[in-house]
């Protein structure tokens, strides 16, 4: 076996075929529009992107576009050559069952959707006849929740190429008035400012962002590739009435509440801090932060206590103090000296902080709990549902608990169903640089309490919203919608009674009958949307609540609801069916995060997949079954040779396996979701993801171009090298890795058996043996169920063999590894330091002494055995191992 790494020339064949097919891509975009509608609140937007194949063959067109998470999708069509193609909106089990069928023809089918942080992917791909055009049109809907005194609109833009005729128009209407405007967002800083126009009348505004193809080009958030970015529209309207604004048409009604005459209302707060060791580091240093300003901004007549935990439960003051000045000095010193060390013991937490805040009255005041916690309950009582009953129990409630969520190791379904259960929200933090600010704008949120029980009361009405909230927070709106019943009504009246410190407060309010729709008229159903809208929002949070026969109900509503309204939800999925090829897509709508049945890890919807579809021109089976047909690894690079198409083509493995539970509603919808935005330096075929531990607090990661042979490691002056075939393109992992060892030393391990030979002597091991130690010189190998833990010299490697939604494959692990000897390979040198350059609109890294963009994402940690999800940097390939992949491919491993 050659330990030199020799190159390949077929895989330098590869290279050259691929950049000619890129070359010959001739796909124009030469329209981009975003249109975008708000009538009281409730945001259409429609994007219409129309593209050219200017080619003089058929070729793949793409169409790939972020959506807000909190909209529901409820159109997509494509129109080919005069025709147009519906997607339609089906029961996610029948969606999956012609998905299935699909697939089973040999036909691919491609996956539409992924998840970030506050917008969705949505993404879909047609093949276009040569010298025809395609115009693709998806529709999303969403109700804008008021935040801190604003509603928000976001739109993302990213059309891929610079276009010709690009616009976003975006008409808001509200008749009560808008009184503010703003618009934000990395498509309104200097270049392109100029490119927005805002235009506001008494009960209108309009935002206009038409920039031209040069500007798309040279702007801050362009690139070659264009424009890439968010337009941010923040707006408030007038309130003209205390009691509300009340909208009718269709007989359908919605009421906006939100006063503004009521005093806030002093409030007993408690905040729980989770200190244990998962917080080390950047988290616990963000928590201390948020605390010491969240502590500034209470006022001197809150009462307030601090309750940190770990393993055990530390009380700042045994009772709730007024915060002031020097209560909140001393609360300060203590959080400063918050460090990090220890286990999880949440129930024992919340009861504590339950009980100090029972013992303290609550008359004129509104008692708040905040939870912040960033893993799951793993001392006192472990078990989550006996959690949530004894919390549920103890609070009796009287009053809200919220849940923070610090990054995606906790299990955000737990704390959702607990704050749930509780009056309360729960809102996940993500790890990143503004993690501090994140926890400070969702205090402000609840940080002034205006009123508490509140009932809103409406007379011959029926299929209402929500009509009960604990309590009711400056900056916030309460919305309800229903269904007039009674047609002989005169008017509807609207009656709110709550709270404000002790007195009791009434708000009436009605609307003449004959006022009817004289909103709606203009703008056709939308209140009747809003309240489907509304409602599946409203019955998807009390499934999670309900057991038996009410869940049942509850999503059989919800799901009926889905399809009148043609929503994607989570019960639903768009199928798209193509025109020419008779392909089928299917869309959902993606989950967060998925729990596994048997332990208390989460995985989230991740990106761990690859993107490379070979496909030849005509109409072939996927790569997969066509692997198969040319095991040899010569043929297969091959049979590549052939027009590259970019995008993704299931492999009808990962299809069928998929996990797919309607009835837990846990939904785990477990495709192999495509990378978020590739990084422009990285080409869009990958194998894999490699996650590095750094110097640093947060990982890094990369992503490996293609090849079917890599050195992962190589590592001259121990003589120690280990290379790696993949499993194939789409897999998961590897399906073989060699290590070479001094001269003698050869260890082979594949999915199934490993071989060990050194020098004439030779073993064989199958990975469901017994725990197994063989030990020979300066060679050590223990085998334990599914982990062959290597030590060979100074090197510590663990290979890990995984098995996951029915694909087989193994990850290697570097435990240990010299830092004063270098190393090359696809694995990265011993130790990668970073710095995060502070103040740049898109993240940048400082690494290796250069400044490349970075963005953060989530993915599976394969060096652990239990693959937990974990954050990082994802940074191109070439700039952590300042090579390209040429200089790692190899023949064989
Ligand atoms: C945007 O959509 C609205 C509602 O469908 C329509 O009336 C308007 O003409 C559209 N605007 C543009 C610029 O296409
Ligand atoms: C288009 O294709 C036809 C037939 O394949 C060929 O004869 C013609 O030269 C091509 N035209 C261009 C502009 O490439
Ligand atoms: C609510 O917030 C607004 C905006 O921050 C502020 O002007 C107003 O005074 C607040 N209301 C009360 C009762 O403090
Ligand atoms: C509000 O309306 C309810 C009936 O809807 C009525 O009983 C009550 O007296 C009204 N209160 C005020 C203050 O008008």
Redo the contacts with the bound molecule.
Sequence with gaps: MDKAALRLTLFGLLFTCVNFAAAKKKIDIYSFHINCTVTSRYATTVITSRVANALNKSQEVHFEVKIPKNAFISEFRMTIEGKTYDAIVKEKEEAQQEYSQAVSRGESAGLVSAVGRTLEDFKTSVTVAANSKVTFELTYEELLKRRL?KYELLINAQPMQPVADFKIDVHIHESTGISLLEVKGGLNTKDLANAVTTTRAQEDAWVKFYPTRDQQKNCDDCTKNGLNGNLVIMYDVERTKQSGDLKVAKSYFVHYFAP?D???IPKNVVFIIDQSGSMQGKKIQQTRIAMLRILSDLAEDDNFGLIIFSSHIQVWKPELLKATAENVEEAKRFVKEIRSDGATDINGAVLNAVNMINRYPQEGSASILILLTDGDPTKGETNPVKIQENVKKAIGGKYPLYCLGFGFDVSFKFLEKMSLENNGAARRIYEDSDADLQLQSFYEEVA?P?LTNVQLNYQGVANVTQTTFSQYY??SEIVVAGYITDNSLESLTTEVIALSKSTKVVYNDSLLTDDFGNDGLEHGNYISRLWAFLTVKQLLAKIMLLKGQEKDNAKKEALELSLKYKFVTPLTSLVVTKPQEDEVQVAVKPNEEKRHSSGRKQKITNWTGMLLAAKPAGNRPSPRSHARQHPGSRSRLKSLRVPIQYGLTMSSRTVTDYHYDFLDYDMGFQLRKTPQKPLTTSPPWKSIRILKSSGNAQPICYDVPFALNVRLQQNDPTEFYMNGELETIGGNGFKQIVIFYKPNHQLRLSTTIIDYSYGSESKTFSWDQELTHHETEHVSLVLRSNEMDITMGNMRIVILLHKEDGSVFLWPAVRQQPKDVSSSGILGEAEILYEVIPGTQTPMLKLKDQEVKASWVTMKDYRLPAAPVVGCWLVPFEAVTQKTISDFAITQP
Excluded: D, E, P, W
């Design positions: 005194g503004t009521v005093q806030r002034m205006l400056n900056g």
